[in-house]
């Protein structure tokens, strides 16, 4: 059974042909660890220093509520509830948006000075919960996340034990670690990010040149009834959790399999027109348009925030396209959540989009992480 995201994300895809400047060396897309020393307290008021909240950042304001205490985030061993984000992902998605935030805060951004005091707390109280889901290591089979049961994805019998490390969750708690590596100024977190994704992708992640050189793929887990898996939302997370792993510190392998993973997604929306769960490649995929993919928004944001780290117009404007396509199709005309979603995940970069996010917020507060915290996401930033 898919694991089902009501709200969804993020983005990432590339293409070989992608426009990213030739010469692009590793480091020109990489930031380094910040010194903490020389960050502006949480809780100091920048109104004086900058400029109003734009309409994504109110948004955002208005509906984020930041988490301060690790007994705000679920309990790592308790069963997913049906509909339900699996925890890790609920942890992470929560901490991108609170780093991401403070960024903009320190940028001027003149967030409310009781918010914004709440912010790096709660970057602080993720990566906490992260670091103690990380006792389970010894059941998962080494550095990475997955969940607390069993799991037959596929429904095809070959159910993965509780001790699985899956992309899905690995992917963003990758991202969260990167992020808060970056803003608290703490190099032992980006050294459990580090420990995490080369775990991965040492035992899932495979390069593939088939109508696509250069092009590789993040495998589904690290079960190996999932060897060679293609799904591709969990591909493209794991591309662009690797890519913003290398915009805080500069890695070139690191860079080398997301930019390659992302561009397997653009292949398969830009070229293969493959709109489905499962990529191409994947042992079990068969051609289906009548299919209805709740990972869509996931798909569409990281493509396009991919698109924005390796600076290729081509990976935005596949993800712009695959917008148009979920807008427009009668496949998706029964499913307007789904719609919503990926309006959210590019509202910020394409303001026409803001109005249905923030009516899609207010009706969904129990679900608002997932939906908006990509308002405070922009790597062009």
């Not at 005091?117 to 010894?138: C, F, I």
Request: proline content about 6%; hydrophobic content about 40%.
């Amino acid at each position: 059974m898919i694991r089902i995201v009501v709200v969804a994300l993020f983005l990432a895809a590339c293409s070989a042909s992608g426009d990213e400047p030739a010469d692009a060396g590793v480091a020109s897309d990489a930031h380094p660890v910040e010194d903490a020393s020389a960050q502006p307290d949480a809780s100091t008021d920048d109104v004086a220093c900058g400029r109003p909240l734009d309409p994504e950042e109110a948004l955002f304001q208005q509906t984020f509520v930041p988490k301060t205490s690790i007994s705000d985030f679920p309990d790592p061993t308790a069963p997913i509830q049906p509909n339900h984000v699996a925890q890790t992902t609920e942890v992470a998605v929560h901490c991108i948006g609170a780093a991401a935030a403070e960024r903009r805060a320190r940028q001027c951004a003149s967030f409310d000075t009781s918010f914004r005091a709440k912010l790096v707390p709660a970057v602080e109280a993720a990566v906490a919960w992260l670091k103690g889901a990380g006792g389970q290591w010894h059941n998962w089979g080494g550095p990475g996340y997955g969940l607390p049961a069993s799991f037959d994805a596929f429904q095809d019998g070959t159910t993965d034990p509780a001790s699985t490390i899956f992309a899905y969750e690995t992917g963003y708690a990758v991202w969260c670690l990167s992020e808060a590596a970056d803003v608290l100024g703490d190099a032992s977190i980006r050294a459990i990010a580090t420990s995490v994704l080369e775990n991965y992708s040492a035992h899932a992640y495979t390069t593939t040149s088939v109508d696509c050189p250069g092009c590789g793929y993040f495998w589904y887990s690290m079960a190996s009834a999932d060897a060679n898996r293609y799904v591709k939302n969990t591909n493209i997370e794991l591309g662009l959790a690797s890519l913003v792993y290398n915009r805080y510190g500069a890695d070139t392998n690191a860079r080398t399999r997301g930019k390659a993973a992302v561009m397997s997604q653009n292949q398969e929306l830009a070229v293969r027109k493959n709109h489905e769960y499962l990529g191409f490649l994947d042992p079990a995929y068969v051609p289906n348009e009548t299919f209805v993919d709740g990972h869509t928004s996931m798909e569409i944001s990281m493509l396009y925030l991919a698109g924005q780290l390796l600076q290729s117009s081509e990976f935005e404007q596949t993800a712009l396209d695959f917008m148009a396509f979920v807008e427009t199709t009668s496949t998706y005309a029964g499913h307007p959540t789904y719609v919503v979603d990926s309006q959210c995940a590019l509202a910020r970069t394409h303001p026409t989009m803001l109005a249905p996010c923030a009516a899609y917020a207010t009706l969904y507060p129990g679900r608002v992480d997932l939906a908006i915290f990509p308002l405070v996401l922009d790597y062009a930033f």
